[in-house]
């Protein structure tokens, strides 16, 4: 007897091999990973709105896994929006590769048990082995936003007076007499001044 399998777990894949060996079996399992990963998780958050982050975020991180559905109706309005974003999330990240077919929907809506007809959702919940994967998928994108970097402080303003315009220049005496530069009336190059000359040739 041979028999395939394909998209098994692996708590099932085990049962069912030890159930073909005692059988001898020829039995051929495909097994698929169906669990969600942080790098599954960070793919899942990136991937939903505004709201339905805040959604998943409140029901991970704030209710611990479990939050009743009034407390995010205060927080977010109509959980419309939110609630279909998420039914979508977890189709599309299969369509575009992000996880194999098979893996549930992390979050989902509770009912009360006593009530067999219609009735409004009174809370939503996540499977308490993947709430330490979530939250660390939320950490891992809340660490990886990058910082501006800080501005430079601002120049200390001057204290000091500041210098004058009719100071002796570092390293000339008082009594030394400073060439001057000057132009003549078209514009050339004119020289020393006159003065500057007669005190060089005393």
């Known amino acids: 007897m041979k028999i395939t399998i394909e998209?098994?777990?692996r708590d099932f894949v085990e049962k069912l091999v030890?159930?073909?060996?005692?059988h001898h079996?020829?039995?051929t399992v495909a097994a698929v990973d169906t669990a969600w990963t942080v790098e599954r998780a960070k793919r899942y958050l990136r991937s939903?709105?505004?709201g339905a982050r805040r959604f998943a975020e409140m029901v991970i991180v704030d209710g611990d896994g479990y939050i009743d559905a009034d407390q995010l109706r205060s927080a977010l309005g109509k959980l419309n929006g939110p609630t279909v974003a998420l039914s979508r999330a977890v189709p599309r990240g299969v369509r575009e590769g992000w996880w194999p077919e098979g893996v549930s929907a992390p979050i989902t809506p509770v009912y009360d048990p006593d009530i067999s007809s219609w009735q409004k959702v009174i809370a939503y919940e996540m499977a308490s082995d993947s709430v330490p994967v979530f939250r660390s998928a939320f950490a891992a994108l809340n660490t990886g936003h990058t910082v501006a970097p800080a501005s430079p402080?601002?120049?200390a303003p001057w204290n000091g007076e500041a210098p004058s315009a009719f100071a002796v220049p570092p390293g000339w005496g008082a009594a030394d007499d400073v060439p001057l530069v000057t132009l003549d009336e078209?514009?050339?190059?004119?020289g020393p001044d006159a003065g500057s000359e007669r005190q060089r040739g005393r």
Do not use: R
């Open 7 to 9: 998209g098994a777990d």
């Open 18 to 22: 030890a159930l073909a060996a005692a």
């Open 25 to 27: 079996a020829e039995l």
């Open 48 to 50: 939903l709105t505004a």
């Open 153 to 155: 402080e601002p120049p």
């Open 186 to 190: 078209d514009g050339v190059h004119a």
